[in-house]
């Protein structure tokens, strides 16, 4: 809610900047949060909570200007077969996202010992699942150079 206002403020001229800041912003507390929890320490709720707010603030920046940068390039007579391809992939993509992360931690989880996991093997997976999740985070806001500058301009 707290970025969401600047979507409305320079969305428009700003698009793929907010999409590649929204990434980061994403990334980076993903980053912290496998600093404080590798090798089973115990974080405390407000450091959890800081990073989960600031990952919040790159969520608001990225999400409600995607499907306007995504889409600027595509010609009107297209666009709702776009809107539609762009809104499977996205459920896709989230689908296989939770799957393979899913996979890694559990699979990591369970692998480290023959008796029931430790603490320290859930925070081993979840290490590496935040890293793996900043590592596709910093992608994506690579790839994101590839889409149009700005968000497709809204006209009567």
């Known amino acids: 809610m707290v970025t969401i206002g600047v979507y409305g403020a320079f969305a428009a001229k700003a698009g793929r900047f907010l999409l590649i800041l929204g990434s980061v912003t994403i990334a980076v507390p993903q980053l912290v949060l496998w600093a404080i929890v590798k090798g089973g320490s115990d974080p405390g709720y407000w450091l ?3 990073a ?11 999400a409600p200007i995607l499907v306007s940068v995504v889409l600027a390039g595509v010609p009107g007579r297209n666009a709702g ?9 996205n459920q896709i993509g989230g689908a296989i996202g939770i799957a393979v992360l899913g996979t890694i931690f559990f699979t990591t989880a369970a692998g480290s010992t023959n008796g029931p996991p430790a603490l320290t093997d859930f925070s081993d997976a979840l290490s590496i699942v935040l890293l793996t999740s900043a590592g596709l985070y910093i992608i994506t806001a690579l790839v ?4 149009p500058k700005s968000a497709a301009e809204h006209t009567e």
């Open 48 to 50: 959890l909570a800081l």
């Open 52 to 62: 989960l707010f600031i990952g919040g603030l790159g969520l608001g920046l990225a």
């Open 81 to 89: 077969a776009a809107g539609g391809v762009l809104s499977t992939v």
């Open 144 to 147: 994101m150079f590839a889409l």
